[in-house]
Structure formats: C-alpha cells, structure tokens
Nanobody
Framework: VQLQASGGGSVQTGGSLRLSCAAS????????MGWFRQAPGKERQFVAA????????VYADSVQGRFTISGNNARNTIYLQMNSLKYEDTAVYYC????????????????????WGQGTLVTVSS
C-alpha cells in the first residue's frame, strides 16, 4: 500500500487549501483513513479520519467546523478541505491508512494507522 499526499503550500491566515491523498495497492473503501499533522518540535497529532463507509467522519476539536475530510472511492483518494486557516495550523500533514492488524486501536491515535504517506507542508502566515 502506498499513500501519496499533495496539495500543501503557503497561505495567509483565513485562507484555504485542499490536501489530497491518493492510495494505491488496495481500495481504501475497506478501511479507515486519516490525516495527522506535525509541527516543528511537536508530536504528531490527529486531525481527521473517515471510516470505510465514507459516512462516518471524526475531527479533532481544533479543526472542527473548519476542516472537512472526504473520499472518492472511484479515485481511491481522500481529501482534506481546510478553510479559515490559522497560524497554528502550520505543520507537515500526513495521510494514513489502517489495516486489519491495527483496526482495533482508537481512531485518533497513530497506533491505529499502519501505512503513512510522505507528508505535505502547510504554512500559514499572518
């Protein structure tokens, strides 16, 4: 399984970006996929996740109402639409996918995810 994240960039406070994560090697629709982020000097933190059925979505409190996770089964791709970006959203964003081996772990924990993309940098400036 390979995950390829893209869409990062630089934006001013209040702006928007859309991240994409293309999965190959298996259809993501059978598993859960998530977005995490890691700012310099900080631990990787949960951002959002979408369950295999595409209907159940989970968000971190810090992004609830501003970010939207979605998926396109036909393209094996998930997206993270980020609106009203804040300086504190600056980080490298990673997409991830779980597996049968990790599915029992909580959705908001990195231990839930078996496969990780390479990360894409989002920089928000004032």
């Amino acid at each position: 399984v390979q995950l390829q994240a893209s869409g990062g960039g630089s934006v001013q406070t209040g702006g928007s970006l859309r991240l994409s994560c293309a999965a190959s090697g298996r259809p993501f629709s059978s598993y859960a996929m998530g977005w995490f982020r890691q700012a310099p000097g900080k631990e990787r933190q949960f951002v959002a996740a979408i369950f295999w059925n595409g209907r159940n979505r989970v968000y971190a409190d810090s992004v609830q109402g501003r970010f939207t996770i979605s998926g396109n089964n036909a393209r094996n791709t998930i997206y993270l639409q980020m609106n009203s970006l804040k300086y504190e959203d600056t980080a490298v964003y990673y997409c991830a996918s779980d597996s049968a081996a990790t599915r029992g772990n909580p959705m908001r924990e990195t231990s839930r995810y078996h496969y990780w993309g390479q990360g894409t940098l989002v920089t928000v400036s004032s």
